[in-house]
């Protein structure tokens, strides 16, 4: 299994480890100062809603072609509920199983950054979506929308997986900790957000929604954070506890990787339905599987589909805003910082 940075030299040899059951409040000595060390990154990060400027858009609103324009509505429905479905499986599910305080500061922060993107969207929906039963219908996706519905019932079923677990008392129970953990880390957050993000870089590379791009550039960072923070913990784990990963274990990952691209597949075709240049639902199909093995590799496991990025736009968007597309770590953003956005590669 590979090592993640700053994780290996730090994890405890001996109990306690990261999932015993219970409620560590001890910050001195600090266990995973790693975990701590990405919330102060994240606070550092920080960004507001007000920020965003959206008037640019409204124009670009009326350019749109049918076609582009039920692309983008579809996207802002699922945006509009796709945070808050992470932000429940944090609260149900994860703040109370990982057992170190510094590990639950960084989870109460991703918390509200998760309610910072629900209000972004809220606003997104109330920008372009001016008929309020538009947005009515929009705010309901996961009833009326059957491609979001089900990545929803996706979400939900791993959400549920969880749900009597009071604590992880046997070697399954922490299977089935971890599983989670790599369900929202890598097909949500990583795979079906990573999927949306694409859109809109699509977008902003015909030079239209420049003020969602700008808004989508603080999402993308706090959900690469989060997706490196979630694996980070699923080291650590490893580290204390090995035998948790086998065979089996791998094999249900791979699963859970093919239904997410399966489901975010289902998803293309509804927004592709009316047909976009330069965009198409093989295409679209083969970056979900190239960000699928991408996710594979991170979690220790040999590739799947073997896919290439097929998109050439995200290669040629602004290097000083999108250079680290692929996970490489944020480095330059500080609290009130205005201008454009710099990443460092770290591959």
């Known amino acids: 299994m590979p090592t993640r940075a700053g994780l290996a030299a730090e994890v405890p040899e001996t109990r306690p480890t990261l999932l015993d059951p219970g409620m560590n409040l001890t910050l001195r000595p600090m266990r995973y100062p790693a975990f701590y060390d990405r919330y102060r990154a994240a606070i550092r990060n920080t960004w507001t809603v007000e920020e965003v400027d959206l008037h640019s858009d409204l124009a670009d609103l009326h350019r749109l072609s049918p076609a582009e ?20 499986n944090l609260v149900l599910n994860l703040y109370r199983h990982v057992n170190a305080p510094e590990a639950r500061l960084y989870l109460s922060r991703q918390l509200f950054e998760e309610a910072v993107h629900v209000q972004f969207y809220l606003t997104l929906l109330d920008t372009y979506l001016p008929d309020p039963d538009e947005r009515t219908r929009a705010f309901a996706a996961v009833e009326n929308i059957p491609s979001i519905r089900a990545k929803a019932r996706f979400c939900y079923r791993w959400i549920d997986s969880l749900g009597d677990l009071d604590q992880l008392r046997t070697r399954e129970h922490r299977r089935a900790f971890l599983l989670n953990l790599i369900c929202f880390a890598a097909c949500i ?44 913990v699923v080291a650590a784990v490893r580290a204390e506890e090995p035998d948790l990963v086998d065979a089996g274990f791998e094999a249900d990952v791979r699963r859970m990787l093919a239904e997410a691209v399966d489901a975010e597949t289902v998803f293309a075709e509804d927004l592709l339905a009316g047909g976009i240049a330069g965009m198409t639902v093989p295409d679209m199909r083969r970056y979900l599987e190239h960000v699928a093995d991408r996710r594979l590799g991170q979690l220790g496991f040999a590739p799947m589909f073997g896919s290439a990025n097929p998109f050439s736009f995200l290669d040629l968007q602004d290097v000083q805003e999108l250079s680290n597309f692929f996970e490489r770590r944020v480095s330059s953003y500080q609290v009130a910082v205005e201008g454009s956005i710099s990443f460092d590669e770290d591959f």
């Open 189 to 232: 957050e990583g795979l079906f957000f990573y999927g949306a993000f694409a859109y809109v870089y699509f977008l902003r590379s015909r030079g239209l929604l420049h003020g969602l791009a700008s808004g989508t550039n603080w999402v993308f960072r706090d959900e690469s954070m989060h997706m490196e923070f979630a694996l980070d």
């Open 69 to 88: 324009r039920h692309l983008v509505n579809r996207l802002v429905a699922f945006f509009a509920t796709g945070d808050t479905i992470v932000a429940n």
